[in-house]
């Protein structure tokens, strides 16, 4: 690591220490060699894009996490701690430390320590440059904290490792895109196609020629060979959708080819070979359908080595101006979108969208093919059917709705509960409009009479007896 001489990332040594004194000269001189100097923290010049904190077991841990507050909010992209002369530092301290949202902790050994960070901020300086690069900017659209935290952990998965891994999130977060950018990222030499499989289509009959392949004449109909999944995914990257969906027998054959990396078309003999990055996505929870056993342990050991959740939309609601820009975009083409009116601008903002990004963009290419073409885009472009459930929202967000669950909220009622009573409350009222016709309370409610009746059943079990 010595031999780097280009090192050119801004990067300077604070001193932390509750009582410093001067940064000893082993490590002026260690970071030097790289151009690295230290900064006094109540005068830094500028941010650093990289902060070395010299600390010590006794600083104070609120007051760090201030000063990093302020670093970080200020454009400094990580802050890393040297522990200097403390031989016997309490683990607690440490964590902590990584709670004020330090990078990584690392004694002062010399010779060693300033070549560990040195490749550590290399490789962090790599994530950066990936996630302010054209293939995410024009993509990957987003900026709250929650989603970049996520990203960076799909660039680093990418492009520093070859590994299998797991993308949960809901219908419409992105995992499809998430995998597409695992593959461009990918630097294996020599990479091949991306294969996409979604699991929920397919037929349990054919799940083995969909991915083992199969030799003309193996079953009727098979009137010529084809390669499966397994064969075109090799030197590639083999994408399983909705992989909780996936045929039992199915489960244990591609666990065999991600043990072995070998596998037999259907109707011959011959094993041939594979090697493919697998990535899978699933909106289940496969620990769930691992304990039902739905699902197997081994395959779900081999394959979840890397996680990653992506946010719902509603835990990234900043980032819906932005997203509402880009699909307004798409759909103009190339030409600059139409100014939007604040109001539309809300009404997008405080809409739920069970079917996340997907359906924001769905509702923005309905609202913008409704579009004139003169002006701004008004409410009255938003269509009729979108305007109804939000109207009720707006109505009641500041009235008798929002009081009561102010109230609610008071006695401690989590979410879970809110939604219960709620729909306690709701089916009651209806019920009892339609003098206790279970049909008629369903038709108007959207639910099934079943849901109704095993509702009631179960409210019925829970009564003190
Ligand atoms: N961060 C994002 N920026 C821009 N568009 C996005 C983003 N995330 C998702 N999309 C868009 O939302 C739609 C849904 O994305 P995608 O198919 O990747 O979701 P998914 O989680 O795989 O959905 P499903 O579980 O239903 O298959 C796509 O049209 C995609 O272009």
């Not at 001193?15 to 940064?23: I, K, S």
């Not at 400094?76 to 709670?99: E, H």
Request: charged share 25%; proline share 4%; net charge neutral.
């Amino acid at each position: 690591m010595s031999d780097i001489t280009d090192f050119d990332i801004d990067v300077c040594i604070i001193d932390l220490r509750e009582m410093p004194c001067l940064v000893p000269d082993a490590i002026k001189k260690a970071f030097l060699t790289y151009g690295i100097t230290c900064q006094s923290k109540d005068s830094l010049p500028e941010i650093p894009h990289y902060a070395i904190c010299l600390l010590d077991g006794k600083i104070n841990v609120e007051k760090l996490h201030d000063f990093l507050k302020v670093l970080l909010e200020k454009g400094c992209k990580r802050t890393v701690g040297i522990l200097y002369n403390n031989v016997n530092v309490d683990p607690a301290y440490v964590w902590q430390l990584l709670k004020c949202g330090i990078s990584d902790v690392c004694k002062w050994e010399s010779n060693s320590t300033e070549k560990c960070l040195i490749s550590k901020i290399l490789k962090w300086e790599k994530i950066e440059k990936t996630l302010q690069s054209g293939y995410i900017k024009d993509r990957l659209i987003g900026q709250c904290a929650n989603w970049i935290a996520v990203l960076k952990q799909l660039i680093e998965f990418s492009v520093f490792t070859n590994g299998s891994g797991i993308i949960l999130g809901e219908s419409g977060t992105g995992k499809e895109m998430a995998a597409h950018l695992i593959h461009h990222l990918d630097n294996r030499e020599n990479k091949k196609n991306l294969v996409l499989l979604d699991c929920t289509t397919i037929v349990p009959e054919l799940s083995g020629s969909e991915f083992f392949g199969h030799e003309r004449g193996a079953f009727t109909n098979a009137i010529a060979s084809r390669d499966g999944a397994f064969a075109l995914a090799d030197n590639g990257t083999l994408f399983l959708d909705e992989v909780g969906e996936l045929p039992p027998t199915m489960q244990a054959g591609l666990l065999r080819v991600i043990q072995e990396g070998t596998y037999k078309r259907v109707g011959s003999n011959n094993w041939r070979k594979t090697q493919f990055r697998l990535i899978c996505a699933t909106n289940r929870n496969l620990n769930t359908e691992v304990q039902s056993r739905n699902f197997r342990q081994d395959l779900y050991y081999r394959i979840a080595t890397w996680t990653f959740r992506l946010p719902p939309l509603r835990e990234r609601v900043a980032d819906i101006p932005i997203l509402a820009y880009h699909f307004f975009q798409k759909y103009f083409k190339g030409i600059s979108p139409p100014p939007v009116d604040k109001l539309v601008l809300d009404y997008l903002i405080a809409k739920d969208y069970p079917g996340n990004i997907r359906e924001l963009q769905h509702l923005v290419t309905r609202i913008a093919s409704r579009y004139s073409g003169e002006g701004p885009i008004t409410v009255g472009d938003i269509p009729e059917n979108d305007r109804q459930s939000f109207a009720f929202h707006q109505e009641h967000l500041n009235g008798e709705f929002e009081k009561a669950m102010q109230k609610a909220l008071s006695y401690g009622m989590d979410l879970k509960d809110i939604k219960e009573l709620s729909a306690d409350i709701a089916i009651d009222i209806v019920l009892k409009q339609e003098k206790g016709i279970v049909k008629n309370a369903a038709k108007r409610l959207g639910v099934t009479d079943r849901a109704i009746q095993l509702r009631l059943a179960g409210r019925r079990q829970k009564l003190p007896s």
